[in-house]
């Protein structure tokens, strides 16, 4: 295994990991523009619907197969992938992001509105702070989807790690693959945990929970 | 003598090539800008291709669906009982989703070639498809059980359901738009990640793809990307009109 890694880093591991998280990450973002300012005004009319959450996978492999063959100015390998991922990417995230804005309390809503806020301060000071943890995981599932669907892209020799996985799998040598296939196994590991984190540390309850003291400092009567 | 050798001489091979030339000829009149995005000649002779790899690609999808119906009811239950073992279940359900699809192929065909080579190829491709599956079902399932309302069940069971009977016509019933939601999921996602089979040469229609991207052949390419999201698309659309019916008729508002 050791001279397999030593190959493979020989043969840019590396170079290839850094451009597939380049090239996930720019889909990703292409997906949250794409996304979230929808989501954002379907969430605000509470368009979401728990039980009825979107599938969100669109097969990335035949919309990369039919842009990669579009002629030069829109084809070209990085566009491509791009474009056809950050497409794959945006259902779980508008879906995710819909239903948690689409739950937010009514009533601290409606308080705000009372307080004479305007819908933007609305939206901005309550329900995107309320739904951050929600916003946080649709992000999560589509970065996740996004290190994937690249990976598959890379079948039709798209960028990033998913081309030297391809080749190793059809020379009929898996071990060749296998330091590619670990190192985007460790890059998906690794957004998910990050990511995490993120989504956690977005919970606007559990920052609250911090800040208050444990117990009421004077006995109530 | 050599080329007597070969059984090949030099004009059986000029006229192989205007064989080909011939053929070549044929196409471009047949399709003025060649390499177009539609032409009927092309479709017609790939016509064979495109149905063989349709059919294996239904194939593998329906395999690895009907694999994780059959795990998921007994693991959802067992996880239910396992009590504080459920957060490393959960644990392995989250590690499963964040791990990239062709990253599990290309694993079980490294496990499968040192302890079982006797097995077909596309076992590699099922087994992976399947697992992906089988979580995305197994936490529609659970999610569905966890929002049955304890009142249902509590009135359920003094009505006297056995536990079969609870678990078939309250839990599951009331659960069913939830889990079809899952089942739409877990199918879209069978018939999109099979295309992933591909890497070792039995992907479906994405082989196809893959082949057509190589070639530059945009008929077959676009045929087959057609193909594929109306597969995806297709018993989408059926479960969603069975979970608008159902959904309508549930027994508690969600």
């Given at each position: 295994?050791?001279?397999?890694?030593?190959?493979?880093?020989?043969?840019?591991?590396?170079?290839?990991?850094?451009?597939?998280?380049?090239?996930?990450?720019?889909?990703?973002?292409?997906?949250?523009?794409?996304?979230?300012?929808?989501?954002?005004?379907?969430?605000?009319?509470?368009?979401?619907?728990?039980?009825?959450p979107?599938p969100g996978v669109?097969?990335?492999?035949?919309?990369?197969?039919?842009?990669?063959?579009?002629?030069?100015?829109?084809?070209?390998?990085?566009?491509?992938?791009?474009?056809?991922?950050?497409?794959?990417?945006?259902?779980?995230?508008?879906?995710?992001?819909?239903?948690?804005?689409?739950?937010?309390?009514?009533?601290?809503?409606?308080?705000?509105?009372?307080?004479?806020?305007?819908?933007?301060?609305?939206?901005?000071?309550?329900?995107?702070?309320?739904?951050?943890?929600?916003?946080?995981?649709?992000?999560?599932?589509?970065?996740?989807?996004?290190?994937?669907?690249?990976?598959?892209?890379?079948?039709?020799?798209?960028?990033?790690?998913?081309?030297?996985?391809?080749?190793?799998?059809?020379?009929?040598?898996?071990?060749?693959?296998?330091?590619?296939?670990?190192?985007?196994?460790?890059?998906?590991?690794?957004?998910?945990?990050?990511?995490?984190?993120?989504?956690?540390?977005?919970?606007?309850?559990?920052?609250?929970?911090?800040?208050?003291?444990?117990?009421?400092?004077?006995?109530?009567? | 003598?050599?080329?007597?050798?070969?059984?090949?001489?030099?004009?059986?091979?000029?006229?192989?090539?205007?064989?080909?030339?011939?053929?070549?000829?044929?196409?471009?009149?047949?399709?003025?800008?060649?390499?177009?995005?539609?032409?009927?000649?092309?479709?017609?002779?790939?016509?064979?291709?495109?149905?063989?790899?349709?059919?294996?690609?239904?194939?593998?999808a329906a395999l690895a669906l009907a694999g994780a119906a059959v795990v998921a009811l007994?693991v959802t239950?067992?996880?239910?009982?396992?009590?504080?073992?459920?957060?490393?279940?959960?644990?392995?359900a989250?590690?499963v989703t964040?791990?990239?699809l062709?990253?599990?192929?290309?694993?079980?065909?490294?496990?499968?070639?040192?302890?079982?080579?006797?097995?077909?190829?596309?076992?590699?491709?099922?087994?992976p498809v399947g697992l992906v599956c089988t979580v995305l079902l197994v936490q529609s399932l659970?999610a569905g059980?966890?929002?049955?309302?304890?009142?249902?069940?509590?009135?359920?069971?003094?009505?006297?359901?056995?536990?079969?009977?609870?678990?078939?016509?309250?839990?599951?019933?009331?659960?069913?738009?939830r889990v079809l939601g899952g089942v739409r999921t877990a199918t879209a996602a069978a018939v999109s990640l099979s295309?992933?089979?591909?890497?070792?040469?039995?992907?479906?229609?994405?082989?196809?793809?893959?082949?057509?991207?190589?070639?530059?052949?945009?008929?077959?390419?676009?045929?087959?990307?057609?193909?594929?999201?109306?597969?995806a698309?297709?018993p989408d659309?059926?479960l969603?009109?069975?979970q608008?019916?159902?959904?309508?008729?549930?027994?508690?508002?969600?």
């Open positions: 295994v050791s001279a397999a890694l030593d190959a493979a880093l020989r043969a840019g591991l590396l170079h290839d990991l850094l451009v597939h998280g380049g090239v996930a990450a720019l889909a990703l973002a292409l997906a949250c523009v794409l996304a979230l300012p929808a989501a954002v005004v379907r969430g605000h009319r509470r368009h979401g619907h728990p039980d009825r979107r669109v097969p990335v492999l035949a919309l990369a197969a039919v842009l990669l063959l579009l002629p030069v100015p829109w084809g070209g390998s990085v566009p491509a992938v791009v474009v056809a991922v950050g497409v794959l990417c945006v259902p779980p995230l508008h879906s995710c992001a819909v239903s948690g804005l689409s739950v937010v309390e009514p009533a601290a809503v409606e308080a705000l509105r009372a307080a004479g806020a305007s819908e933007r301060q609305v939206v901005r000071d309550v329900e995107l702070v309320l739904a951050g943890p929600a916003v946080a995981a649709g992000v999560r599932r589509a970065a996740l989807q996004a290190l994937g669907g690249t990976a598959l892209a890379g079948l039709l020799g798209g960028p990033g790690l998913g081309a030297g996985i391809a080749r190793g799998l059809a020379a009929g040598d898996p071990d060749a693959a296998l330091p590619a296939a670990a190192a985007l196994a460790f890059a998906g590991l690794l957004t998910a945990l990050l990511l995490g984190l993120v989504q956690r540390a977005a919970d606007p309850r559990r920052r609250g929970e911090r800040a208050r003291p444990r117990r009421t400092p004077v006995p109530l009567p | 003598v050599a080329r007597r050798d070969v059984g090949c001489t030099r004009s059986d091979i000029r006229g192989r090539a205007g064989a080909i030339d011939a053929h070549l000829r044929s196409l471009a009149e047949s399709c003025p800008g060649r390499n177009d995005w539609f032409c009927g000649p092309a479709l017609e002779a790939a016509r064979p291709d495109l149905v063989a790899a349709l059919v294996e690609h239904v194939l593998l007994p239950l067992l996880a239910r009982r396992l009590g504080p073992l459920r957060a490393l279940g959960r644990g392995v989250g590690v964040a791990l990239p062709l990253a599990l192929v290309a694993g079980t065909l490294a496990l499968l070639v040192r302890t079982r080579p006797d097995l077909p190829s596309w076992t590699a491709v099922v087994l659970a059980l966890a929002a049955v309302p304890a009142a249902v069940v509590e009135a359920a069971r003094a009505a006297g359901y056995d536990p079969t009977a609870l678990l078939v016509r309250v839990e599951l019933r009331t659960a069913l738009p295309t992933a089979g591909a890497a070792v040469g039995r992907g479906g229609l994405g082989d196809v793809l893959v082949q057509g991207v190589r070639d530059g052949a945009r008929t077959e390419v676009l045929a087959a990307a057609v193909l594929v999201v109306a597969l698309l297709l659309l059926l969603l009109a069975l608008r019916r159902l959904g309508s008729r549930s027994l508690v508002a969600a």
